[in-house]
Nanobody
Framework: QVQLVESGGGLVQAGGSLRLSCAAS????????MGWFRQAPGKERAFVAA????????DYADSVKGRFTMSRDNAKNTVYLQMNSLIPEDTAVYYC????????????WGQGTQVTVSS
């Protein structure tokens, strides 16, 4: 089993920045990829970003490319999502995810952290 705990959400004005963190514990040796999904009010959960085990490969949703950057610190079993130039449409609950293989259907999910961007 793997446990994921997110932190860093909050309220920010449009154009501002936030950094989310996600600490993994448990059988972290089984994790290949980690990532972030988000769920806005009235919408389905959507992929945001993912990163490979080594940190050398990242993938982003088109809606956040150029604004969000994902990174990881394997020594701390922690991943980060740096979010810049935030817009109200980024308002959502952000979930950290992890999986032994891919981000198609992540096996492990955190409890979520709220990000609210005011206009």
């Amino acid at each position: 089993q793997v446990q994921l705990v997110e932190s860093g959400g909050g309220l920010v004005q449009a154009g501002g920045s936030l950094r989310l963190s996600c600490a993994a514990s448990g059988r972290t040796d089984t994790i290949a990829r980690m990532g972030w999904f988000r769920q806005a009010p009235g919408k389905e959960r959507a992929f945001v970003a993912a990163i490979s085990r080594s940190g050398s490969v990242t993938d982003y949703a088109d809606s956040v490319k150029g604004r969000f950057t994902m990174s990881r610190d394997n020594a701390k079993n922690t991943v980060y999502l740096q979010m810049n130039s935030l817009i109200p449409e980024d308002t959502a609950v952000y979930y950290c995810v992890a999986d032994p293989r891919s981000m198609a259907t992540p096996e492990y999910w955190g409890q979520g952290t709220q990000v609210t961007v005011s206009s």
